[in-house]
Each structure stands twice: as C-alpha cells, then as structure tokens.
C-alpha cells in the first residue's frame, strides 16, 4: 500500500528477553533511597535486568538527570528483600511549576517541588508488599519536606501500587481526582499481509484510497525515508522541523523542537540504535514525520506532525501504514501509541489497558496550597469533557481548538 522506504543501517530487530524478579516471598523487606548520581551505579545490574521502557532505561535516566534545568536531583527508592534488591522506583525531584486549567487552556502556573516518578518507573517485583513499602518510602520524604508533592505517571489502573497511592495517605495529602486514560499499542503478527487483514473491510479500502490519491495528484513522486543513523540527524533536524512549526502541538509548546537538549537527545538514541524517525515527502518535500524508539523489540511512538495543507490525504496515516510495514519486516513485535486517547489508536490498535495519573500532597504550604488548588480544578475538567463528550463536541471543539493553534 505503500513506497519503499529508504533504511539506513537496516538489519532485524532481536526481541530481548526480560528477566523476571524473583517472586518468592520470604526475607525482610528494607528499602533505600539513591539521592545521587554516583549511587546508581550501584544497582545498575539489576536496573538493567528489570527495564522494559525507554524512559526509564538507566543510560537515558543518567543523561536526561543532567541536562539541570528544574531537576534537582535522582529519588529512586530500591526495595531489598532478604539482602538483595527485588524492585525499584524511579524517580526525580524537579522544581518548576505545575500546569492547571481545562483542556488546552491553562489558567495557572504554581511553582511546586515535586518528586516525579517517570512512566515505566517501577521495576522488578510489583507485588503489594514492595509496593507498599515504596509509597511509605515517598511519603516519609514528603514528611520531611524533601518535595512538596509526588506523583507517579501512568501506573497500571488495577496495580497493587495505585492502590497504595490511592489509599495510604491521609484526607488532607490524597488525589481526589486522579486522571486515568487509555493507552493504545498494536501488536504485531508476522507478516503485513496479517496485519491488514486485522484491519476492517472499511478501514482497508480507506487507506487505499487515500493513499491511491496521494500517489495519483503527485504522479508518483512519493516518498518515505527512515532515518535512524547519527549521519542522518541533520537531514532529520531540517525536514522534521519544516513539518513541526506548521503544527498545531507547536501551538501548544509539545512535540518536536529543534533544542539543543533535542539534538543530544537524539544523538544518544541513534548511538544505541533506538532511533526511528519516518519522513514522508511529496515532491520531495516533507509533509509528515513520525518519531518513534525501538526498545526490547517494540516501537514507542515519541511525537508526530503533518503539514495541514496536505490534511485531505491523511498523511499520517500514510505514514502510520509504512512505519507498520517496516517494522514487520525488522521483526518488531508491538507498536506502543503511547499516551493519550485517538481514533488511529482505535483504529489500528488491538490491545489497550487503563492508565492513571495519580499525586499524593506533602504537609508543606506549597503542597497543600498545590492540592487546593489542583483538585477543583480537575473536577472541572473532567466534568467539563464528559458533558461536551456526551454531546459529540469534544472532538469538533478539538478539531477548532486545533485549528486555530495552528494558525498561531
């Protein structure tokens, strides 16, 4: 359905097995808190052993922790069961603000210290008991006004440790409204063939069709190239911000930008082999980008962008369906969509679990002025998306919303 991509230093991806912590109950359960970067070199075997996500693999932990900016320094609380370590929490104590409003619209800034535990924080055994010692662990540091609160990022919604976050702290330190979404990922068959045919009779002859009049209204001058070698960044810096500027996630300050911290960002995944960026031109010039890491045998989608002249032709999901195709043939076993609801998630997705976003306070001013302030807030927002989502505004007040960043 699609042009051949261009690959550069192209060979089969080799799915790596994860090992799993030992599950055995039994020994005393202590836990430490690592507060320095030298520190973690002490528990880099079993780190490595256990990481399954990009974001908290230790070597992108260790770079990402000294770019300074708000991050003041690493919280990783390691749970040692009999003498050994059995789980992990990975974590950081940033200082900057925390953004509050509804929807894309943010209404107030307050500066806060929080402890941030990363998506895919936690790390061997995740059975209740080391949960629970890790959420007592964050809530002594909050007691001692190492933060001003915590919050960890899109925990399993039916996970033993959310249920120590939602309910071990106290009325005054606990998450009212907690912000729970689902996540998307596709899971991969062994050929394209089967992965089309996964795909609904409607959806197939969509993606024909559009992708006929892509190739039709640009006499075939179509195409995508995979840029993934420290050679290509430059081409990758120029062309992928060409697309990212016109973008409505430019708008709103996320996606792609070409930042110093970007570039080393890049460099480092391209050096491990992690870095997959897809770039679609017509006539060669590029209309879409889709940014992603191949992790342990799976693609994280990271950000994506279309230029909106070229909307009629879907091209991201041109995009999307040649990003498929090449990840079949390097042999990756599942495409993570990464967070956030979306029809092509839907669509193309075949596997999805619920995510939640939950903080507990700190008895500091800050913490509970943070909570106060927060909570209200959040309620409305919520309220607020269910009613317009009951009445199939939502996704045209979005499409509006998205329109107009756009033109920012």
């Given at each position: 359905?699609?042009?051949?991509?261009?690959?550069?230093?192209?060979?089969?991806?080799?799915?790596?097995?994860?090992?799993?912590?030992?599950?055995?109950?039994?020994?005393?359960?202590?836990?430490?808190?690592?507060?320095?970067?030298?520190?973690?070199?002490?528990?880099?075997?079993?780190?490595?052993?256990?990481?399954?996500?990009?974001?908290?693999?230790?070597?992108?932990?260790?770079?990402?922790?000294?770019?300074?900016?708000?991050?003041?320094?690493?919280?990783?609380?390691?749970?040692?069961?009999?003498?050994?370590?059995?789980?992990?929490?990975?974590?950081?104590?940033?200082?900057?603000?925390?953004?509050?409003?509804?929807?894309?619209?943010?209404?107030?800034?307050?500066?806060?210290?929080?402890?941030?535990?990363?998506?895919?924080?936690?790390?061997?055994?995740?059975?209740?008991?080391?949960?629970?010692?890790?959420?007592?662990?964050?809530?002594?540091?909050?007691?001692?006004?190492?933060?001003?609160?915590?919050?960890?990022?899109?925990?399993?919604?039916?996970?033993?440790?959310?249920?120590?976050?939602?309910?071990?702290?106290?009325?005054?330190?606990?998450?009212?409204?907690?912000?729970?979404?689902?996540?998307?990922?596709?899971?991969?068959?062994?050929?394209?063939?089967?992965?089309?045919?996964?795909?609904?009779?409607?959806?197939?002859?969509?993606?024909?069709?559009?992708?006929?009049?892509?190739?039709?209204?640009?006499?075939?001058?179509?195409?995508?190239?995979?840029?993934?070698?420290?050679?290509?960044?430059?081409?990758?810096?120029?062309?992928?911000?060409?697309?990212?500027?016109?973008?409505?996630?430019?708008?709103?300050?996320?996606?792609?930008?070409?930042?110093?911290?970007?570039?080393?960002?890049?460099?480092?995944?391209?050096?491990?082999?992690?870095?997959?960026?897809?770039?679609?031109?017509?006539?060669?010039?590029?209309?879409?980008?889709?940014?992603?890491?191949?992790?342990?045998?799976?693609?994280?989608?990271?950000?994506?962008g279309y230029d909106p002249s070229y909307e009629k032709y879907s091209p991201?999901?041109?995009?999307?369906?040649?990003?498929?195709?090449?990840?079949?043939?390097?042999?990756?076993?599942?495409?993570?969509?990464?967070?956030?609801?979306?029809?092509?998630?839907?669509?193309?997705?075949?596997?999805?679990?619920?995510?939640?976003?939950?903080?507990?306070?700190?008895?500091?001013?800050?913490?509970?002025?943070?909570?106060?302030?927060?909570?209200?807030?959040?309620?409305?927002?919520?309220?607020?998306?269910?009613?317009?989502?009951?009445?199939?505004?939502?996704?045209?007040?979005?499409?509006?919303?998205?329109?107009?960043?756009?033109?920012?």
């Open positions: 359905m699609n042009p051949s991509i261009e690959n550069v230093g192209l060979e089969p991806a080799t799915p790596i097995a994860i090992p799993s912590a030992n599950l055995a109950p039994g020994g005393k359960v202590t836990t430490r808190v690592i507060r320095t970067l030298s520190e973690i070199e002490d528990i880099r075997p079993s780190w490595e052993s256990w990481q399954y996500h990009p974001n908290a693999d230790i070597d992108f932990y260790l770079w990402f922790s000294r770019q300074g900016r708000e991050i003041l320094r690493p919280h990783v609380i390691v749970v040692y069961r009999g003498g050994y370590p059995d789980a992990m929490l990975i974590g950081r104590v940033i200082d900057g603000t925390m953004a509050l409003g509804l929807g894309y619209k943010k209404l107030w800034k307050p500066r806060v210290r929080l402890l941030n535990f990363v998506y895919g924080a936690l790390l061997g055994n995740a059975c209740s008991e080391n949960t629970e010692a890790m959420v007592s662990s964050v809530r002594d540091a909050l007691r001692e006004y190492e933060a001003d609160a915590a919050v960890f990022n899109f925990v399993g919604l039916d996970s033993a440790l959310y249920s120590h976050v939602l309910r071990s702290p106290g009325w005054a330190a606990r998450d009212y409204c907690p912000t729970v979404q689902t996540h998307w990922s596709m899971k991969l068959p062994g050929t394209v063939e089967e992965v089309y045919r996964g795909l609904s009779g409607d959806h197939r002859s969509e993606i024909r069709r559009k992708a006929k009049k892509l190739t039709g209204d640009y006499a075939g001058n179509i195409r995508v190239r995979c840029l993934r070698e420290t050679a290509d960044l430059d081409l990758l810096f120029r062309d992928v911000e060409e697309v990212a500027r016109k973008t409505y996630q430019r708008g709103l300050g996320v996606g792609f930008v070409d930042t110093t911290e970007m570039r080393q960002r890049l460099q480092l995944e391209a050096e491990k082999g992690w870095l997959r960026t897809y770039i679609l031109y017509a006539a060669n010039l590029p209309c879409a980008f889709w940014m992603g890491t191949v992790y342990r045998g799976k693609f994280y989608s990271d950000c994506l991201g999901t041109f995009l999307l369906n040649a990003m498929i195709e090449d990840s079949c043939r390097e042999g990756i076993e599942q495409v993570d969509f990464g967070l956030g609801d979306a029809r092509y998630k839907q669509r193309f997705g075949n596997c999805s679990w619920q995510e939640v976003t939950a903080y507990i306070y700190g008895p500091s001013w800050r913490g509970l002025r943070v909570n106060a302030l927060r909570t209200p807030a959040a309620f409305l927002d919520r309220l607020t998306k269910q009613a317009l989502d009951r009445t199939n505004l939502l996704p045209k007040i979005k499409k509006l919303w998205r329109n107009r960043l756009r033109q920012l």
